[in-house]
């Protein structure tokens, strides 16, 4: 069955940078899509990140174009968040999630797939 693992959180300074990484097992991982998640305390889930099977297409957030980066790594089974600049507002549990198709989205009842999360503490 599919995995994703999640790893690279922790506890930051604003302005500060951090590189989540996503492990995925399972089925073969060039043929999908990938997408970052996040779920601060008392909100709902929202959209951070999408790339597309081969990495050509990404999409992102309004409230993170510009400071953060997805990237993937098809011969390692990975996908990546680069976020830099990072504000106390980007605290929350991080989650990567993996489509059945080959393009990416932004709405998270597209994807079947999720790993478990990994905190990012952003402090001020």
């Known amino acids: 069955q599919v995995q994703l693992v999640e790893s690279g959180g922790g506890s930051v300074q604003a302005g500060g940078s951090l590189r989540l990484s996503c492990a995925a097992s399972?089925?073969?991982?060039?043929?999908?899509?990938m997408g970052w998640f996040r779920q601060a305390p008392g909100k709902e889930r929202e959209f951070v990140a999408a790339i597309n099977w081969s990495g050509g297409t990404s999409y992102y957030a309004d409230s993170v174009k510009g400071r953060f980066t997805i990237s993937r790594d098809n011969a390692k089974n990975t996908v990546y968040l680069q976020m830099n600049s990072l504000k106390p507002e980007d605290t929350a549990v991080y989650y990567c999630a993996q489509r059945n198709t080959r393009a990416g989205h932004r709405e998270d009842y597209e994807y079947p797939y999720w790993g478990q999360g990994t905190q990012v503490t952003v402090s001020s």
């Open positions: 399972g089925r073969t991982f060039s043929s999908y899509a």
